[in-house]
């Protein structure tokens, strides 16, 4: 069909094909692409093409894909704003594809689940310095890695995104133990070094993570500009027993007075797909004791048995908790709890 649409024209008339802007291809099986970049099918990808998802073929079925060379035109990436590639092959295909990404604002990875996948050759010359000075996407603001292993997020070490907003890292949650140690350094390295722009960041979505206790809040530090957080199936180990609400105890800072405090910008906070099981998970005396630390109050004019809170009022605007499903109470009023109706009054 492409070959037939590319047929030379004695008098060439603007096509339908050549204005489409965005386009979807989605490779399945053998990949049979040339070799030489001259008879590349991504040659015909018609020239006004602004947005693209690529999606390859699974690395099993990709004989020697580390060497394999993907053609894109250099003009078609140039001009992209919105690129999406799915892909689990080994070598630097990625890396060489950004370089040229000028103009892209909107960028999505897929790693497909794989657990070896690497995406770039970290002997090569050219990836050593991107590692040393960073590949840089000055446009990018919304970057999503999908279905990734913790360490395949290395790639990470490659970017430079100075006017990044948005940042969401999702995990596989078809593996048992994605947990990898050198994942919470990477990106928090990546936050506080290669973002190049702590201060406009807003939006950040973790999914299916493990940190140790203390690793969240020491990132959450590194990012007083957040607007928008969202910890979807989130897991945080303690090194020792505790009963303490692990993952709101990361979001707030120890002193309850600290003037510094965390997420001072923050007005939307989502923990979903919360485990009711263990022992930490929140409940509605700690999610007070949360919403409390945010605000400064002064007990010496308390009359009532109310915090009576001093200084400008929150900035946290939404606040969504939901839970894994689990057996449901026939009764409960948790919602008449003290707790919970002092919070509905201070904060509603």
């Known amino acids: 069909m492409v070959d037939a649409l590319n047929t030379l024209s004695p008098n060439p008339i603007p096509r339908p094909w050549d204005t489409i802007r965005s386009l979807a291809l989605t490779f399945v099986g053998k990949w ?141 949650r078809n593996e048992d133990d994605v ?30 993570f493990e940190f140790e206790e203390g690793v969240l809040k020491s990132t959450m530090r590194a990012l007083p500009s957040i607007t928008h957080l969202t910890l979807n199936y989130p897991k945080v180990h303690s090194s020792i027993h505790s009963w303490a609400p692990l993952i709101l105890s990361e979001l707030y800072a120890s002193n309850f007075h600290d003037p510094s405090g965390l997420l001072p910008n923050l007005e939307s906070l989502q923990l979903l797909n919360l485990d009711p099981m263990v022992n930490f998970s929140p409940s509605i005396h700690d999610v007070s004791y949360f919403l409390n630390s945010r605000r400064k109050f002064d007990k010496t004019k308390n009359w009532a048995d109310e915090d009576v809170f001093i200084g400008p009022p929150d900035t946290l605007k939404e606040l969504v908790m939901t839970f894994q499903e689990t057996r449901r109470y026939s009764e409960h009023k948790l919602d008449l709890a003290p707790a919970f109706m002092g919070t509905y009054k201070s904060f509603a």
């Open 32 to 172: 049979e692409d040339s070799f030489g970049p001259a008879q590349s099918a991504f040659c015909l990808i018609p020239p006004n093409v602004t947005s693209l998802q690529l999606h390859l073929p699974r690395y099993i079925y990709t004989r020697d894909a580390r060497d394999i060379p993907l053609h894109l035109p250099h003009s078609i990436l140039e001009r992209l704003t919105s690129f999406s590639i799915s892909c689990d092959w080994d070598g630097n295909q990625l890396p060489m594809v950004l370089q040229h990404c000028v103009n892209i604002e909107d960028l999505k990875i897929n790693f497909k689940n794989d657990i070896d996948c690497t995406w770039y050759d970290s002997d090569d010359d050219t990836t050593q310095g991107y590692i040393k000075s960073g590949l840089v996407l000055p446009k990018l603001r919304t970057l999503c890695l999908q279905k990734a292993r913790p360490w395949a997020l290395n790639i990470l070490r490659l970017l430079k995104t100075p006017i990044l907003t948005s940042l969401a890292l999702e995990f596989s």
């Open 179 to 208: 947990y990898d140690h050198s994942f919470p350094k990477t990106l928090h390295n990546f936050i506080t070094e290669r973002l190049g722009c702590v201060r406009t960041f807003r939006r950040l979505h973790l999914d299916s």
